[in-house]
């Protein structure tokens, strides 16, 4: 619950939060219907139900009517975006639930982009990529400009920290721009999450599991997706975090995020949550 109007949001606020949010999430298990790419299908589920959520992949827009509705919140990523799969997207972004956007890769091509500025105009709670994909939506000439590296990123989080807000004001959308510290914006309040470890980045489809992790965590808190965002990436950070302690590399450490994912304690929330309201 909130602490009020009044509430003082320091480190220890933001511990509490979290672990409210990760709580509502176990106690609550939001149904979250997954349109993603083919590469991140297992991670984003697993971390999803590692969380205590429901993840449903579904993607034919014949199901969209009757299934999308029943849903608590809409994942939509599109890393390996096909024709046949775009007006499934669009259905389900339009079917009334908070949802949330993952722009993988947004300047690999026009079709793509074009995509992505289709989505966001569906008006998504939370927009979630690396900085390089941030910086692309922001400006498509700033992608045509720069070291382009696919679904990874050739920017830090924080060289898309005013684009990041320039694309929150435009779109009113929360952006959240991941990286060693993943910044989350509504275009005039920055916060901060800096848990994780850079291992994370050697793991296919980290980012987009985060994603799907800030979709469970608006279905539990719709009035507040900068909050939402900001603790789901702070917890999955964490979880990568404890899982290093016990990872030789990238494989292992794959299965140990999952798994503390899955054992996060009050305690350890509360005390490692790093979240912090920019200057
Ligand atoms: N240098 C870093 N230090 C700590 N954590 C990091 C670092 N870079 C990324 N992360 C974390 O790794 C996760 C994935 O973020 P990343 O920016 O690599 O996403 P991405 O490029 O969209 O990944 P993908 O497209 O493969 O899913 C996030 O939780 C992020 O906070
Ligand atoms: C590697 C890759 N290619 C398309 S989607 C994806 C997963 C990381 O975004
Ligand atoms: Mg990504």
Redesign the pocket.
């Known amino acids: 619950m909130d602490d009020g109007a009044k509430e003082q949001r320091d480190p220890a606020w933001w511990g509490r939060r979290a672990w409210s949010l990760l709580s509502a999430v176990r106690a609550q298990a939001p149904l979250v219907q997954c349109i993603t790419n083919l ?2 299908m297992d991670i984003a589920a697993n971390a999803l139900l590692a969380a205590g959520a429901s993840p449903a992949m579904v993607h034919s827009l014949r199901e969209v009517p009757e299934f999308t509705p029943r849903c608590d919140a809409v994942y939509v990523n599109v ?1 390996t975006l096909s024709e046949d799969w775009l007006p499934s997207m669009c259905a389900a972004a339009s079917a009334g639930r908070p949802w949330v956007l ?1 722009p ?2 947004a300047a690999a091509s026009g079709f793509r982009m074009e995509a992505c500025l289709e989505l966001l105009a569906l008006r998504p709670a939370v927009v ?6 941030i910086l692309a939506l922001a400006d498509r000439s700033v992608a045509a400009a720069s070291n382009f590296k696919g ?3 050739s920017h830090e ?1 924080v060289d898309a920290l005013e684009a990041a807000k320039a694309l929150a004001l435009s779109s009113g959308a929360v952006i959240a ?6 910044f989350i914006t509504n275009g005039e309040q920055v916060v901060g ?9 050697k ?9 799907a992790l800030i979709a469970a965590f608006v279905a539990v808190e719709p009035s507040d997706a900068l909050v939402g965002a900001a603790c789901a ?1 702070s917890i ?2 964490l979880a ?1 975090e404890i899982g290093m302690e016990s990872s030789k590399g990238p494989a292992s450490l794959r299965m140990h995020l999952i798994d503390a994912l899955y054992c996060l304690n009050e305690e350890t929330v509360t005390s490692r949550v790093r979240i912090a309201l920019q200057p």
């Open positions: 590469v991140s890393g993952d993988v890769a979630r990529g690396n900085a390089s994909e679904a990874d990123s989080s721009v991941s990286g060693a510290v993943d999450a800096s848990n994780g470890v850079p291992m994370m980045q793991i296919t489809a980290t980012g987009c599991a985060v994603t990436l999955f950070g990568g």
